[in-house]
């Protein structure tokens, strides 16, 4: 049961754009979501989180909103730079309090100059 | 602060033997998590420790298993490895294990099985 969905594999932006990721989720018990950048062989980065109590966080060029009632939510980079091409995870910790991240299946964004 | 280390980065093993990864937390944190990524199956989580003990277990055979030292470093071990074993292991740290806490992961170990 895939928890959360990332249903784009693929995204490509043409510089000094808007990119928008977009992830679903059906367990209307997540209360926290974190969004992810990976590079190919390395860690997953950190990028930003939100709070359910919450439906827009912000930081620098990104900004992720959450729509409880739709379970959606989606990342906006503002403007994209050629760096941040690299594959994209939307992550929500299970209940329970243990550290248990369901991730989505990743969006590969391209910047293309 | 230093991030979450690992070792060692990458290994090659043959089938039949066994694996030992170790990660080291950021400083003060006291939850470590493991995750497998392979292409067909994404990340996927293997356990969790706290404060030496397991809190959270996926779903894993029981080759799989890790422990966590006092001073929070945590060692997985996997034993007769098979080919579907290859993967990059990640190892995740947060300073307590509540479920708002942000984890931050290590540069993951790369392990190949012939």
């Known amino acids: 049961d895939q928890q959360v969905k990332q249903n784009s594999p693929s995204l490509s932006v043409q510089e000094g754009r808007i990119s928008i990721l977009n992830c679903d989720y059906t367990n209307s018990m997540f209360d926290y979501f974190l969004w992810y950048k990976k590079y190919p062989a390395e860690g997953p980065t950190f990028l930003i989180s939100i709070s359910s109590i919450k439906d827009k966080n912000e930081d620098g060029r990104f900004t992720v909103f959450l729509n409880k009632s739709a379970k959606h939510l989606s990342l906006h980079i503002v403007p994209s730079q050629p760096g941040d091409s690299a594959v994209y995870f939307c992550?929500?910790?299970?209940?329970?309090?243990?550290?248990?991240?369901?991730f989505g299946q990743g969006t590969r964004l391209t910047i293309n100059p | 602060k230093a991030g979450v280390t690992q070792t060692p980065r990458y290994l090659i093993k043959t089938r039949g033997q066994q694996v030992t990864l170790s990660c080291s937390p950021i400083s003060g944190h006291r939850s470590v998590s493991w995750y497998q990524q392979t292409p067909g199956q994404g990340l996927q989580f293997l356990f969790e420790?706290?404060?030496?003990?397991?809190?959270n277990k996926g779903n894993f055979p029981g080759r799989f298993s890790g422990r966590q030292f006092s001073n929070s470093r945590s060692e997985m071990n996997v034993s007769t490895l098979e080919l579907g074993d290859s993967a990059l292991y990640l190892c995740?740290?947060?300073?307590?294990?509540?479920?708002?806490?942000?984890?931050?992961f290590g540069p993951g170990t790369r392990l190949l099985v012939l």
């Open positions: 992550a929500a910790p299970s209940r329970g309090g243990a550290q248990k991240l369901v």
């Open positions: 420790y706290f404060s030496e003990t397991q809190r």
């Open positions: 995740a740290s947060s300073l307590m294990d509540s479920n708002q806490e942000t984890q931050y």
